[in-house]
T-cell receptor
Framework: NAGVTQTPKFQVLKTGQSMTLQCAQD?????MSWYRQDPGMGLRLIHY???????DQGEVPNGYNVSRSTTEDFPLRLLSAAPSQTSVYFC??????????????FGPGTRLTVL | GNSVTQMEGPVTLSEEAFLTINCTYT??????LFWYVQYPGEGLQLLLK?????DKGSNKGFEATYRKETTSFHLEKGSVQVSDSAVYFC?????????????FGQGTTLQVKP
């Protein structure tokens, strides 16, 4: 299993540009989440999904959209990039059926810089 | 609301020293508690967890005990190695909704010198 994969690994955008961060998992996990990591602030939840077709907002959703059309994929879209969105983005997944729904598996991250 | 507070870093230790990283939490209900570790350039990995009061999680020589009376989950290791250099995150589940959401502390950087 590849686990949770994220692309790209690095990205530089100009203010106002849009882009999609890709996330895929091959573990058949129902739950998927997006976090951003900023210095001194830990990880903060952006959006999450408990299954295909179901998404909800986390702590910091503004400026981001998500959709979940398949179990495997959970892309994160930046609609109009702003410098405040410069961060490291992590995708995570977990499996509620095992009773370990809180044990999240993380991707390697995408480092985004918005100029 | 629920929150996690960790001791400020960085923590710098010599090899074989004793490690404690403090973590306290505020939560409603009965959260599960976790320690995640992030090695340089990588994503987070689950290090250990505890799901109820007085549980002790352990892995790779690290331990943490769920203390409800002090709302704490301090991470300890008796003898650190250079390879333990990483960022450590304390986390808890988001209330009782059990949808896999986690609330993280700010992270503590550990640097172990030979």
């Amino acid at each position: 299993n590849a686990g949770v994969t994220q692309t790209p690994k690095f990205q530089v955008l100009k203010t106002g540009q849009s882009m999609t961060l890709q996330c895929a998992q091959d573990m058949n996990h129902e739950y998927m989440s997006w976090y951003r990591q900023d210095p001194g602030m830990g990880l903060r939840l952006i959006h999450y999904s408990v299954g295909a077709g179901i998404t909800d907002q986390g702590e910091v959703p503004n400026g981001y959209n998500v959709s979940r059309s398949t179990t495997e994929d959970f892309p994160l879209r930046l609609l109009s990039a702003a410098p405040s969105q410069t961060s490291v983005y992590f995708c995570a997944s977990s499996d509620p059926s095992t009773g370990a729904r809180d044990e999240q598996f993380f991707g390697p991250g995408t480092r985004l810089t918005v100029l | 609301g629920n929150s996690v507070t960790q001791m400020e870093g960085p923590v710098t230790l010599s090899e074989e020293a004793f490690l404690t990283i403090n973590c306290t939490y505020t939560a409603t209900g009965y959260p599960s508690l976790f320690w995640y570790v992030q090695y340089p350039g990588e994503g987070l990995q689950l290090l250990l967890k505890a799901t109820k009061a007085d549980d002790k999680g352990s892995n790779k020589g690290f331990e943490a005990t769920y203390r409800k009376e002090t709302t704490s989950f301090h991470l300890e290791k008796g003898s650190v190695q250079v390879s333990d250099s990483a960022v450590y995150f304390c986390a808890l589940t988001h209330g009782s909704s059990n949808t896999g959401k986690l609330i993280f502390g700010q992270g503590t950087t550990l640097q172990v010198k030979p």
